[in-house]
């Protein structure tokens, strides 16, 4: 009888054991963004000065160096930097229904909200804007990374229905203003409308520099995640019409066909390979920058000054820049197509 009773106590005990572990899961990549959080609400993009991963267990010694991180005004949406964050622990927060996790995402959407200017526009940094982080930005998709956030919000999509009500109207007030400011920074070339900068001056919405190679442009990559954009709009304006058509028709005009991109052995180099562009008659591609004024394809190495070749800028900057890619294949062969057959009317 003894022996009976040890053993139901053994198999409640696992039972209690197995329910405790469950309710208390937790998700360690959330665990960690909780402690990355800056005050303000946002993300930094870095750890000790350089990208990071949150899916390590972290020392306690690292902990307190996170702490003493957090504490600075260095939030900012650069390279998916705070959107990233959001995204994922409204997941995490629909998985283990742990609170801090919503609370945590819900003050990542206020540090957006926050961060917008007035007139429409998004600091790469905020609250920190120094040099260029003051700049409008569109690079490596900062704004539309925002924007897409507080859509979700609004529309109560990709797990964003558990976001608190009252993040709505002002999430849809934010886009509107946001959608205002892309139609005014569409370059105009001789009365035409083209396509968008890399980065714009917060004050006069004029075309910015940003790092020593970041010129003043047209660019053929973060334009297009722009268009994307605005052909998810539901009910567009004539404006968002006229804006995307325009675009389309400029990445029609500067596309670069019969070439691409490849990286070739180069023994003795850095990397032991370098970038080329050679002709294939199936591909086409479009360059980053595109000059304002001529829509020719430049180049820039650290000294910010323009080449016409990307064989003329230096080894590093020529394999450490994405100079060169596909990015408005899909909206041009498919996206596009399907926003005129929904907009027709």
Known sequence: MKSYKNITKIVLTGVACLF?????????QADNMLLFQRGSGGWSKQFKGKAFKYDVEFSESQKSEIAEEAAR???????GSTAKEIRYLVKAYKKENNPKYLAAAENGIRYLLKAQY???GWPQYYPD????????????????NALNV???VVLKKNDFDVVSPKLIEPGANAIKKGIDCILKTQIKVKGKL?????QYDERTLEPAKARAYELPSISGSESD????FLMSQPNPSKEIKDAVNAAVEWFQAVKISGYKVIDVPAPGTELGKDRQVVTDPASTIWARYYEIGTNRPFFCDRDGIVKYSIQDIGYERRNGYAWYGNWPKKVLEKAYPEWLKRNSK
């Open 20 to 28: 405790f572990v469950e309710v208390n899961a937790q998700d360690l």
């Open 73 to 79: 005004d260095d939030a900012n949406i650069d390279n």
């Open 118 to 120: 007035q007139n429409g």
């Open 129 to 144: 804007k120094h040099l260029y982080r003051a700049h409008i930005t569109y690079n490596d998709n900062a704004m539309i």
């Open 150 to 152: 507080l859509q979700d």
């Open 194 to 198: 083209t396509a968008w900068c890399q």
């Open 225 to 228: 995640e722009i268009v994307e």
